[in-house]
């Protein structure tokens, strides 16, 4: 199964399209564009065959 998420990264104005092949949670680092980043927020928008959801995310040397 895929999910795909929109990452909300600080400073930008739109979303960065990341596709997984599991559930993304709080807590984690991801990696977009080569740059780790830990994920502060995960809210799923999306169900059935095509879950989707935003992730916000912060630098890891940031507190989350």
């Known amino acids: 199964m ?3 998420w929109d990452v909300l990264l600080p400073g930008e104005d739109l979303p960065r399209r990341l596709t997984t092949d599991y559930l993304v949670s709080e807590g ?3 990696a977009i564009d080569g ?3 830990l ?3 995960v809210d799923l928008t999306g169900g059935g065959n095509a879950p989707t959801g935003v992730v916000a995310v912060v630098p890891p040397n940031e507190p989350a």
């Open 2 to 4: 895929e999910y795909v």
């Open 28 to 30: 984690e680092e991801i």
């Open 35 to 37: 740059r780790q980043w």
């Open 39 to 41: 994920v502060e927020r």
